[in-house]
């Protein structure tokens, strides 16, 4: 780790997104998805399971009503494990209870951080009204000490911290710091901020390494690294320690779940079952990525910003590895992460089934905000065509082009058939849904969109990063002065990125990514004296003049990719991708039976503009072949198959199931 | 139906089997598999699950004789329902209850059955005592009134028949009497076939069309064609009855089964859920195999043996759809069907995964029973063609070579690394097992195997069916006298086949089946006009001179097999086959990585001589070719693989994983 790398994300609001292409998704967020999510969270969405997010609060908020008026004639609620779901048994007569999943509350948090982020580039008083008025009622709840779960306030505090690794306690706490401090950036409002300081310091006074502390940690990991964010916020150096005693105390001996859920300590089963958890091992110790896929990069993620944060060599060591462990072994061409739906988990290494995978939305998240601190460590571009990859294909697909569906399952391949009928294929959906009763992906890729400029753009003292191209106002402070830069671009469609920098006196010097997907790029507007090129960044050091302009051309080439010849399910078989974006095959374009479809990899692509339910994209048309279909029963003597010449219709992956249910595929035969 | 094709089994009695390859088969079974099957049903193997099964035979019969010794003092035991598989607390300090899974009774009865065959091929003083005495201990548990599952008697009578659906109690009775019926046509003792008629007679009494009697039936089939062979034994018309009973009650509205577990009647996943049970549509509706495969082809073989007994074509027409669904859509090539764990079940039309494959050994057994009925109503060589490959592969799979392991699931294609790893795949083992507490595989396998002459060989008034090549020497009744028939085979390896016919004047015929996988055929000893070709079958009527030879010869081509296009998995792939063998890749002849081979279709097999532990077989060598490794990270931008030249060695699929833990791979790319 050489600290002079090191480089935090850019503030939103030191930059305005005006890109095309990422300000429309924003747009979508800001239009649809917030507004829904409100909706959801008080229960208004006529079909969809309630949520129970905001009364739950209430409740909790009347019960400290009461309590204080009530004095010491207060009776404390007894505990009720009404299951991982608390269902109502009466929609009609609800009573003071708490219902809905053990973590609805970070439903709040999710909402809170996308709002946020949005209100940093489009401001809403009204929208800033209604996010007070939540932020009412979950101060309402929170408790004198500082607590402020609803789960624990509503069906008793005596059973707090008892199933840290199933219920779900500290990851809503994690998901509060983050929307509070979220809300705190954007508005400069602390009242969410110091209710959540409040609850940290609560928890920091119960768990750590000092004697008498509970040593436990985090089931569900994301409060390592928003302690960490906490941190950053407001200084105090003990989150930041606590944030480190959650990732060291992490898969010690003997195991703190089994002592939590009475299991037998010397199970032999335990490693297995604890990897599920990335609690199987210490972290520094841990080689392979394994277990629940988001779980595992929130936890990586927070154990970078921990790295980070303390010069931790080992603990970047441990990064390192499970990093190439995922991009090595576990991922798929789209970023997409998890090659199993049980345990919504990493599989072996290559196993990579395309029409089981799991590929969780949520995960391809989560492996963006690993990649952007590790890219806070060290600007590689490797991190950064990963995090790239993930945000144009993995994630984006877990929205639909309306903004109004979800997928939470992101396959590579897709007969809605087997989707139907086969259960081993029922996590795979062919169209995107509504909106989930367990509603992670959709509130996850809300924050993630709504803030994308900050994975685009990040800093050091006198650097300014550009890890994406993407259309923007910049703002950089140098220890000179303040720089304007301004960047259009015209990704993911065309390589053409022109930046405007007035930076005079600044001493700013711009390291702008070569992303990987280019062979030669041209860069006009300096000369060569004035450029390096380092781990895949092109850093330009020169005496700004009062406004100049730099363009960067990356061209953009068709690529027929291969994967590893160990990953069984894809030899003979090709994906094609343009840019950072990776194509598939639609039945929509292509007709039923696209596993018939073969690839000729001497072909000569041509892109063509095609619009897609009103979005408009980069299609690619490909020489290709079509298997005749025969009529031979189930097993006939092979005989050379006979192939008619076709064109394939190659559209973004990320705009597939757009136009109802359909065959999908990204791996296709080359003959 | 036409009745004059008509046609049963020739009795065990009057043939001995003396194939080279059968007789190997039987003697393992008879002096590995019966044996250590027995010490399993007495709790005697070291290390294995017990069984309880001839304990609770003992427990049931103390009942019975404190019952009688205390006469109204004694205490009818209570119900207790223990779980599917009762387990003591303490193996040290059993109790007198009911131990094992609810349908443990069914292990001795298919002990006794292949007993029972085993004695007709092999006349043996010793397990005869044994197996008398088996039969003591059975009868002795008998009810007063003639009723005999252990479980209820041990539990308490007054539960019985009140889960038709899950507790297998018809499906031990039906197993009782192919036992009972089995060890009678033997030995000519009655004592456990009275005991199985008088259990059946009670059966009869309590279900039925009549008013009042119960309108249930088997929630696992088998005592539908049980019932028929009880039936085509004693000649007793009542027992024809209640099978075409059982068979046209089965799913007919309101289910018997909802009402029977207090379900919702009107609940609209019925339909699906009783699919397992084959239950979701009256038989006679029913088009598409579904559910639980060993099941459906126990079910579909009662109905094919009620049709024929009845003369019910609209029976014998959803016989014959339900055929076609399976062998057209739904059986891998190597008559292995249940493309699905998820309720060792059918999964949709030409859904045939190779390495989650299901593919159990029962339900290849079962289709040799249905294709085996199918063949008693009409003689076309499609039925045995289909049965065939089931003995020589899916079925034959399921067997170590030395007779003392065994496979449940028959994948077609295996990774180790991914049985252990990845959870999708746990039911699938690289290696055979020991013996399993449910073991319903092994004792299928003893009883198929021990009478299978009575698969290939049948009859009815003057023709003598050969539907399979086996060494034999049989006895023919006709009309005018009894014909002796030698047959010597070297089939599997060799289509050779000489018949040696003794039957002067009596006016045999002889059928032979033409198998599928030759072209052309030759015959001598008999003239153009004594021979005449029908539905695959050579009918061969002439006047019989005091001893006769014919020759066959089947020419045995290696065939390269192509899988119909709608089945995904093996577009451009085949399969190889010689004879009715199915051949496979193994890791131990063709090193690691069977994905990167690819098969040469212009290249010239070659025949092997190959010994796998001290098993002699025909391998295949086949010129191919291995794609090259290449180190290139987990994608890469496409080239033309490389490929270096490489024979490739087949071996038998029923031979493999014999040699250790290794991958194996049936379907292979073509290049």
Not at 79 to 84: I, N, P
Not at 224 to 245: D, H, I
Not at 352 to 361: F, G, I, K, S, V
Not at 427 to 454: D, E, I, M, T, Y
């Amino acid at each position: 780790m050489d600290k002079r790398n090191f480089n935090t994300p850019l503030s939103l609001r030191n930059m305005q997104i005006k890109d095309p292409f990422w300000k429309g998704e924003m747009e979508l967020v800001r239009t649809e998805v917030i507004p829904y999510q409100w909706n959801a969270l008080n229960d208004r969405v006529e079909g969809a399971a309630p949520s129970f997010c905001m009364r739950n609060f209430k409740v909790a908020g009347k019960l400290n009503r009461q309590r204080r008026e009530q004095g010491e004639a207060f009776q404390e609620p007894v505990y009720t494990f009404r299951g991982f779901e608390a269902l109502p048994e009466d929609m009609e007569h609800l009573e003071d209870k708490f219902y809905g999943f053990v973590f609805q509350d970070s439903d709040f948090s999710k909402w809170i951080e996308a709002v946020g982020y949005s209100l940093t580039q489009h401001p809403d008083p009204e929208l800033e009204r209604i996010a007070d008025g939540a932020i009412d009622v979950v101060c309402a709840a929170q408790q004198e000490d500082g607590y402020l779960d609803t789960y624990y306030i509503i069906n008793g505090r005596d059973k707090s911290f008892t199933n840290l690794r199933d219920h779900h306690e500290l990851y809503c706490f994690g998901h509060l710091l983050e929307g509070a401090v979220a809300y705190y950036e954007a508005t400069g409002k602390d009242k969410l901020l110091n209710a959540a300081r409040r609850f940290a310091d609560y928890i920091e006074g119960y768990f750590g390494q000092e004697e008498g502390k509970c040593k436990g940690y985090p089931g569900h990991e994301i409060a390592e690294m928003a302690l960490v964010r906490l941190y950053e916020t407001t200084g105090e150096e003990k989150y930041l320690k606590l944030s480190r005693f959650f990732i060291d105390e992490r898969g010690t001996q003997p195991y703190y779940f089994a002592g939590e859920t009475h299991e037998d300590r010397d199970d032999k089963d335990a490693f297995t079952r604890y990897q599920y958890y990335q609690a199987h091992l210490p972290v520094r110790e841990q080689e392979e990525a394994v277990g629940h896929a988001v779980r595992a990069v929130y936890l990586y993620s927070g154990m970078a910003d921990v790295a980070r944060l303390t010069g931790d060599e080992d603990l970047y060591g441990a990064c390192r590895k499970l990093w190439d462990s995922i991009v090595n072994e576990k991922m798929y061409v789209t970023a997409g992460i998890g090659g199993t739906h049980i345990g919504e988990a990493f599989s072996f290494p290559y196993d990579l089934p395309d029409d089981t995978a799991y590929a969780e939305t949520c995960a391809s998240i989560g492996l963006a905000f690993f990649a952007r601190r590790m890219l806070e460590i060290s600007p590689q571009a490797e991190y950064a065509n990963v995090m790239e990859r993930a945000l144009y294909n993995g994630i984006l697909s877990g929205m639909a082009l309306d903004g109004k569906s979800f997928f939470y399952v992101n396959p590579l391949s897709v007969d809605p058939l087997a989707c139907k009928r086969d259960e081993r294929k029922f996590h795979v959906k062919a169209v995107r849904q509504k909106w989930f009763g367990c509603a992670c992906c959709p509130p996850n890729l809300a924050r993630l969109v709504s803030s994308v400029g900050s994975y685009a753009f990040s800093e050091n003292e006198d650097t300014l990063f550009v890890h994406l191209y993407m259309g923007a106002e910049l703002k950089k402070q140098t220890g000179a002065g303040t720089a304007q830069i301004g960047i259009e671009s015209e990704l993911p469609w065309e390589g053409n990125v022109r930046i405007r920098v007035a930076a005079r006196g600044t001493g700013l010097v711009l390291a702008l990514r070569i992303p990987d997907w280019c062979g030669a790029y041209t860069l006009t507007g300096c000369d060569s004296s004035q450029k390096e090129e380092k781990n895949g960044y092109l850093y330009i050091r020169k005496d700004w003049e009062e406004e100049e302009i730099l363009t960067l051309t990356f061209p953009m080439e068709v690529r027929l990719m291969a994967a590893n010849i160990s990953v069984r399910e894809n030899v003979g078989k090709a994906a094609l991708m343009r840019g950072p974006v990776v194509y598939c095959l639609e039945e929509a374009d292509n007709g039923k039976g696209l596993h018939l479809l073969a690839l000729d990899p001497q072909g000569k692509p041509q892109v063509r503009s095609q619009e897609i339910c009103g979005v408009k994209a980069q299609a690619v048309i490909m020489p290709g072949f079509r298997q005749r279909e025969e009529e031979d029963g189930l097993y006939h003597e092979w005989r050379r198959p006979e192939y008619e010449e076709r064109e394939l219709t190659f559209i973004p992956y990320y705009m597939w199931a757009n136009r109802g249910e359909n065959e999908m595929q990204v791996w296709v035969r080359v003959r």
